[in-house]
Structure formats: C-alpha cells, structure tokens
C-alpha cells in the first residue's frame, strides 16, 4: 500500500492544485471524448481538499511530533472512518494483519478470553461467553456491557477495536468493567488470556427417554459433530430431545441449515434478502429427517444469529416448542470483500427472514414458553432446562397415549 500511494503522490498534488484554482469540473478533452477528474475521486473534490488541509493541520499542530502517521496508516483510518459513517456496526474495514487474524480466528484457535461481543443501540455488549473459557470462569453474562479495557473506556467504540483490545497472547492478562442490568456500580473482572479452542456439540442423557445436546457455536465441524451426537442419542433409544442453543453466538450460516435438516422433512429453513442478486436466496431442507421425535430448545438473550435461524425455523415450522428467554436479535449476513493489497471489507449484504417472513435482526426470537433463568449446565439447579425436559415428557405422554 505504502508504494501505491507513493506512485500516485504527483497525480494527487497535480490534481489539488488544479482544484485550487478553480478546476472543479474541468474537462479534458481527448480523441476519444470528455474525462472529467471528478469521476476518479472517491469523495467531491472540496472534501479530498478538506482531508489535505486535515492532515496538513495535525502534522503541523499537534502537540505529539513524534508520532506522525504513515500514509498507510492514515489511509487505513480514513477507510475504517468511512464504513464506521455507514452506521453498521457489523460492516467494518480490517487492515491485512487484522484479516489474516480474522481467518487464524475462523479455524478455532487464538488467544485471548472466549467471549462473543455484539453491539446494539451503540453498546458493546456480551453475546456470551464461551464455557471452560476465562470469560466464562469469572462470571461474564450475556448483555452485559463493556464500559472499560484496562486504561480505556470504550463507550462508542468500533467493535472490531474492542475485540483487539480483548484478544492477546496467551499468558498476558487483562481487566474489563461491564454494567450489568440490577447493579449500581461496574462490575470488575481480572483475566488471562488463553488459548482458546472451541467444542461445538456437547451431549449427555436427561433421562431414559430423553438425550440433551449443546451447541456453543455454529463453525464447519458442527454439522458432522451434530449429526453423530444424534446418532449415539438414537441407538440408545431416545425418543426425546432437548436442543440447548442459550449462549450460542451464531457462526456459519451453512452450518446451522444442515443441523435444522436433520430435523425438518424438506421445506425452507430460512431466507435472506438483500439489494442484489447474490443477496437472495432461499434455503432448504432436504427430504426426510434424522430425528423425528418431540423436541424443545432453550434460547435466551445470548442466542444469536445462526441459532436464531434455527430456532425460528423450528418455531415456524412448528417443529419444536421453544423455550427461555427473547434471543438476541441479530439477523445479517456479511460478506468479505477481499481489496487489492491484503486489507478487507465485511459489508452487510442481507437480512435473516424466518420462514413465515418474520425479520429477525433487531428484534430477536421470542420463546413459546417463558423461563426466567441462567444456563448452569445441571439439571438440578437449572430451571430453564427442567421447562424443556417437561415440555418434551409431556409430548411423549401424549403419543403414548394416541396409540392406545
């Protein structure tokens, strides 16, 4: 980047020039027709100006001498101001160091807390944290919000610096403050970072007639490790199932479609919807299903996304009864763009729709049957999970009953 803006700084300065006197909308004209200078700048030419004299100012004034900025860093600023303007908090420009982090990330492996942050209505929040994790060792909770990182408060920040500022190399620690819905005061939390490798599925047995499966996140593995959690939970005859998707960040959207397959005999799972043709598409189940019988899934405040998906469709779809909390709300589809030197740019491209049209972003999934509650992970001390074990017994008593 730093020789492409190198190349083009005698172009610039010709062109500021010109516009200093008076060029707005000067024509060249060629042999093959007009060229006005206005079609290769990315802003009006009295903004491009505006940003000479900024950065002219800065460099002159600023009390701070020894810290004058590289183009390069300068450029990576003004791109990250420009898709922050677009008031997306999801949408977001990543320099190349940031991206190849990015795709260390999505192989499930870095270091630092185990937490998923989200932003909504110009918070940052915890979507959750992840289980065995230092964020969920300390007692972090979903929508709990981050008010400071060690020295800085980070009230109206970009998520993407949250998320660096929380990430690190194992062994190197960290304090946060959130303010929790029901408390005066923030709420500290010392940690260390780790290495943190993700499980997607866990599994256990609730009772002899109904198996419980966890999904923590949705990432390429799930479906493989979903569809052989199924399989130990049918070929010990269970006829039941609770579908754990409390704390769930969402993850891969191809991911989440082929868990609802295993559970819906054809039909849409859901679509997304967006300006351009790419945007729109349906997605389906495929005929048949790996489990027929009776299901419940738990969601709360920290399901999202991808988890939201496939508790919408099962509501929808009347598959399952869904209950817990009101999910999280986030419901878009972003998309990489790769730019020529190594840096990119994840636009929102479409929103999530249930399959009866219901929008999800912004508004989030609500439960047919309401717990109030905290995901433990025990049976005897979790309230949200002895609703969903009852609702399912409840179904299978009601099948007993309709072969007699």
Same mark, same amino acid.
């Not at 004034?61 to 004058?68: A, E, I, P, S």
């Not at 351009?276 to 489990?291: I, K, S, T």
């Not at 998309?335 to 994840?346: D, I, N, R, Y």
């Given at each position: ?14 062109? !500021? ?6 060029? !707005? ?15 290769? #700048? ?26 004058? +900025? ?28 940031? !991206? ?24 940052? #929040? ?28 980070? #009230? ?31 709420? +500290? ?14 599994? +256990? ?86 489990? +027929?019988?009776?299901?419940?899934? #738990? ?106």
């Amino acid at each position: 980047m730093k020789k492409f803006i190198s190349k083009k700084k005698g172009f610039l300065l010709g062109l !500021l020039l010109l516009i200093l006197f008076g060029s !707005l909308g000067l024509l060249v004209t060629g042999a093959r027709g007009e060229f006005q200078f206005k079609d290769i #700048l990315p802003f009006e030419a009295q903004y491009v100006w505006m940003m000479k004299q900024a950065r002219s100012i800065l460099e002159t004034y600023h009390v701070n001498d020894q810290n004058k +900025k590289s183009d390069e860093e300068l450029f990576y600023g003004a791109m990250k101001g420009m898709v922050a303007a677009w008031g997306d908090p999801y949408s977001r420009f990543v320099d190349p160091d940031e !991206l190849k982090q990015e795709e260390i990330d999505i192989e499930g492996e870095y270091g630092g807390l185990g937490i998923y942050i989200g932003s909504k209505d110009g918070k940052i #929040l915890v979507i959750s944290p992840i289980e065995g994790t230092p964020a969920h060792k300390v007692g972090l909770e979903p929508m709990d919000e981050i008010v400071k990182v060690d020295d800085d408060i980070v #009230l109206g920040w970009n998520i993407n610096d949250v998320v660096k500022m929380l990430r690190g190399e194992p062994g190197s620690k960290v304090t946060i403050w959130v303010r929790r819905e029901g408390h005066d005061e923030l709420l +500290k939390f010392e940690m260390t970072r780790e290495l943190i490798k993700i499980d997607s599925v866990s599994q +256990k047995r609730l009772t002899g007639d109904v198996a419980y499966i966890r999904i923590s996140h949705f990432t390429q593995k799930t479906p493989e490790e979903m569809k052989s959690a199924l399989k130990v939970a049918l070929d010990t005859q269970a006829k039941g199932l609770v579908l754990d998707l409390r704390n769930n960040p969402g993850g891969l959207l191809d991911a989440c479609v082929a868990v609802a397959d295993y559970f819906l005999d054809g039909g849409e799972v859901v679509s997304i919807r967006g300006r351009v043709d790419r945007a729109n598409e349906v997605f389906n189940a495929n005929p048949g299903a790996l489990f +027929k019988g009776p299901v419940a899934v #738990l969601i709360n405040e920290g399901s999202a996304s991808a988890s939201e998906i496939v508790a919408g469709a099962f509501k929808d779809r009347d598959r399952a009864v869904l209950v817990g909390e009101k999910s999280f709300g986030k419901g878009s589809v972003q998309t990489l763009f790769k730019l020529p030197e190594g840096s990119g740019l994840f636009v929102t491209i479409a929103r999530y729709y249930t399959p009866s049209g219901v929008v999800i972003d912004g508004v989030g999934i609500e439960p047919h049957v309401k717990v109030e509650g905290k995901y433990t992970g025990k049976l005897e001390d979790d309230e949200q999970l002895k609703e969903a074990l009852k609702e399912v017994e409840a179904f299978l008593v009601k099948a007993r009953e309709a072969k007699r």
